[in-house]
């Protein structure tokens, strides 16, 4: 965060900084994921931007479910963004040249799914023990994501499914599909199984262009697709409401809790999740050029080590900020 916050101040954006601790370690002292007088600052806020949960000593669902999720299904934002572009060739893993020009984008529900917690489980701890995660979709949940990719596009929407076993909450999607993609004809559309997806990813990804998909598939996607573009570290995120224009950034990644502390982990996926918020915040100008910078400072080795370079946190930070004030 530290890093991202840097490269705004030195792209001249003008925005008043609140920051909150909101981490194990008061949640572990208080029991709360989100003290209440942060929650109320956090609902007034044009925009959050966010490092990320989990901490090994806190094994409880109830933390990320009170952190992240609260977020996300409380101030409704339920477009997941996730964007996948390569910003230097050399960090693709893929052999094939042609198939490196990379630039699509995941557009994920974020409100429902598998995340709501509905379910239970009966006969806990015994060998007879059921267990049972409830996939929720709705009418509206599905019908406004699918709006938002056409929205997203120019060229194509690609939605993403398992209609073929996961039949009732499947055909809810096909049926909203059909209906919104009826309504935007000059946008082609293609429907694909996760699992065909997922192969289709790997082969080609330059044939994506935008993905529209559920909670899970979209979540377990934008990982693989971060990996087709230098890994965890660098992939940004953007989780939003288009109504309410109320948006909260974050790296795709988690904390990383083996390499915290050391000054080595990748501020790339913060910086350009920032990138993403100033976008969002209007200002498209300095978002196209902190992507810039980034893109220049990856082109020219000055990175971390995950991406073959020697550079630690901080210096990445500044790597990308000269190129702005210069
Ligand atoms: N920025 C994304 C995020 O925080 N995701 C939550 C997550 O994956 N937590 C688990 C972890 O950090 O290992």
Redesign the pocket.
Known sequence: MPEAIKVLKAAGADLDFQEYDVNGDQYMRTGQPIPDAVWADLQKADAIL???????RVNDAAY?AG??LRLRFELDLYVNLRPARLYDDRLSPLRREDRRKIDLLIVRENTEGLYVGMGGRFKKGTEEEVAIQEDLNTYLGVTRIIEYAFQAAKREVVMVDKSNAMTHAGALWQERWKAVAGKHPHVKTRHLYVDAASMQLVRDPTQFEVIVTGNLFGDILSDLTAELIGGMGIAP?GNVNPETRRGLF????????DIAGKAIVNPV?AILSASMMVRHLGQTEMAGAIESAVESALRAGECTRDLGGSLSTHEVGDAVAKRLRD
């Open positions: 966010f490092g990320a949960v989990g901490d090994p990320l952190v992240l995120s974050e790296p795709v990644h988690g904390t990383a809790p996926g």
